[in-house]
């Protein structure tokens, strides 16, 4: 892996330590990661739920951030706002009725 021979037993997630022999891993910067780990520490953060961004899911970039579809709402009645207009106070989105 990454150029270099590795024990099975050696070839583990720098972060969690789980083992990365015979499954899927990253490697960022020499160091190799779990799916979850990767995700976790490399993956555009959801500025709604903070939770990561997949690669294969809808998102909206707006007031300075990245949201999943489903998080871009008004922050007081959880209206939809992707699409549409909105407003913002103190970085939070609004739907007309409540800015």
Known sequence: AGGRDLHPNCFRCTRCSCSLSGVGFHEQDGNFYCADDYEALFSIQCTGCELPVKNNELWV?????????NCFVCTVCKMPLQG????????????????
């Open 61 to 69: 970039e707006a007031l300075g951030g990245q949201w999943h579809e």
């Open 84 to 99: 549409g207009k909105f407003f913002s106070k103190l970085g939070r989105p609004y739907c007309k009725d409540h800015a």
